[in-house]
């Protein structure tokens, strides 16, 4: 391209060389050009479309879709419209849109030839959601779970709009519902029924999509024989039961598929119901694909960090809803606490002040309320089902024995000392203590999770003096406030977030089984650097706090 060209005009120039026409903008202004690409000795005409600025791949259509890849082929749609690369698989230069263009084009004719050699069949099985879609139906199931299920229709208020959910805990799907915006639809019924298949769906080289649910059972049957059979039982037992409508659950080893069966037109049919018609009415029934959305705490969970472990099944404590407290019970929650029989109990006898807001996880709808009443009602709210508790009490007067853990976010010292004793007996508890340093200077946190390891009070000598200084030199201090008895520390809302994270980090690698290192610093300010490493500090022999 000459310095003074135009990248449209460059681009043009650059396909012409390569045989491509000019045909003007489509409806989104995206340049349209006409061309071919070679693939396995045949030209094929293609349609190209390219974004101007080019921050999107351009698109590739097929005018003519080969007899070898009707009606249906991998990384093809019905369109003809190729998928050659996934978005952000490739870095896009909008400096050279020009050689981006004809390197996607190079790229769209070699899967092409692949497509043509038979090569990628297998990807039929990964794109097997991309050819299978409709409304969504909302999956809150346990997956461990073989209870019954139920089909709950909701409809969202003022919009009209019908939302499918299955579910086998009728109380925890209503309050996602609400949480939704919706409410239940109770002049609607229909009854669900689940298969599961160890078959991978993939979809027919004919007749696509399944229409009745003869072409559904002959597909299964193709793909699982067994799978076949109990379909065919279960839609035959609900038809005959005079249910209008039957929603079909697949569960395969890939993701659950769905899809509506329709027997409404045959319900006025004389002996529609009777043995030996049943089973035609049932096969010329009509059937509608249906979009399996997971939305059951554990899937929400694992799905964001899948390698990590989480924090379900666990009875956690946190103590202190303050402004550490108020992130790290949100972090916690999006880690699983709550979920899946596990318990989140958040405990503080303080309410909510004004003063509090710029740098807490509540807002000014909660002023003036207790802290663990609001925190608990709005956590409840983000993961609708999860078990979330206030304890609006002293936490020295709260009942702590019977958790896993117990996390102290108050950010008082000497409070943290009589917490340490309180969980010695009846039986030790495991603590995680969590802090900020100076101005919001550093962030630390510190797991007790054995009698060997150091409390909060074993991290200074007999004297008081810092065994483990977190910053190598003197810590700063500032106060802000007017007189004596509202002087506070300043530091921003990000320093509560960084310490809420370091302690949910440590709370998943303890939930994993790493507790290595206990004692974990992260300095803020780029201005100090962190004196002592992280490590496993010991108790300390005769410690007033630990008893050790």
Excluded at 47 to 70: D, F, H, M, T, Y
Excluded at 141 to 146: A, I, K, P, W
């Amino acid at each position: 391209m000459t310095s003074r060209e135009s990248p449209i005009a460059g681009l043009t120039r650059a396909l012409a060389a390569h045989g491509f026409v000019y045909r003007g903008r489509n409806t989104d202004s995206w340049l349209t050009f006409g061309g071919s690409l070679t693939a396995e000795g045949t030209i094929h005409a293609i349609q190209l479309a390219v974004q101007p600025e080019g921050r999107e791949l351009p698109r590739i259509v097929l005018e003519s879709i080969p007899a070898e890849l009707r009606p249906i082929a991998p990384h093809l749609g019905s369109n003809g419209g190729l998928c050659y690369a996934m978005a952000g698989s490739i870095v896009l230069d909008v400096f050279d849109i020009a050689g981006q263009t004809l390197a996607c084009v190079d790229r769209a004719q070699q899967i092409l030839s692949s497509m043509l050699r038979g090569e990628l069949i297998a990807d039929l099985e990964e794109e097997f959601f991309a050819y299978w879609n409709g409304d969504f139906c909302f999956m809150d199931l346990r997956q461990s779970s073989h209870d019954r299920v139920e089909c709950i229709i909701a409809k969202r208020h003022q919009q009209g709009r019908v939302a499918v959910f299955v579910t086998n805990d009728r109380m925890r799907t209503l309050s996602k519902i609400a949480a939704f915006g919706a409410h239940e639809d109770d002049s609607i019924h229909a009854t669900v029924r689940r298969i599961k298949t160890d078959a991978k769906p993939r979809p027919l080289a004919s007749d696509w999509p399944p229409r009745t649910v003869r072409d559904v059972l002959h597909w299964q049957g193709l793909l699982d024989m067994s799978c076949r059979r109990k379909l065919d039982r279960h839609v035959t037992e609900v038809f005959k039961s005079g249910q209008h409508w039957m929603l079909c659950v697949i569960e395969s080893p890939k993701l659950p598929y769905a899809f509506w069966i329709d027997f409404t037109k045959f319900r006025r049919v004389k002996g529609a119901r009777r043995v030996t018609q049943a089973r035609e009415f049932v096969y010329g029934a009509e059937v509608t694909p249906v979009s399996c959305v997971r939305v059951d705490n554990q899937y929400i969970v694992e799905r964001a960090a899948p390698d990590r472990a989480s924090l379900m099944k666990r009875r956690i404590a946190v103590v202190g809803c303050g402004t550490i407290g108020g992130y790290l019970a949100e972090l916690v929650v999006k880690a699983g606490a709550g979920s899946d029989g596990g318990v989140l109990t958040l405990v503080d006898n303080d309410v909510l002040l004004p003063q509090n807001i710029g740098r807490h996880r509540l807002g000014f709808d909660s002023i003036l309320k207790n802290k663990a009443v609001a925190l608990a009602e709005e956590m409840s709210r983000n993961m609708p089902g999860a078990d979330i508790r206030a304890l609006p009490v002293d936490c020295m007067q709260a009942d702590l024995a019977g958790f896993d853990i117990v996390v102290n976010a108050t950010g008082e010292e000497a409070l943290g000392h009589l917490l340490t004793s309180k969980l010695l007996a009846p039986r030790f508890v495991p603590s995680l203590t969590v802090w900020i340093e100076g101005p919001g200077t550093v962030v630390r946190a510190l797991l007790r999770d054995t009698h060997a390891a150091a409390c909060t009070r074993c991290m200074s000598s007999s004297d008081r003096r810092p065994l483990y200084a977190a910053i190598e030199g003197e810590m700063p201090t500032l106060l802000a406030g007017q007189g004596c008895e509202s002087l506070y520390v300043p530091f921003p809302a990000t320093a509560s977030v960084q310490a809420a994270c370091l302690a949910t980090e440590i709370l998943t690698d303890w939930a994993g089984g790493v507790t290595s290192p206990r004692l974990r610093t992260r300095v803020l300010d780029a201005r100090f650097l962190k004196g002592a490493a992280d490590q496993n500090p010991p108790s300390l022999i005769g410690c007033p706090a630990c008893g050790t």
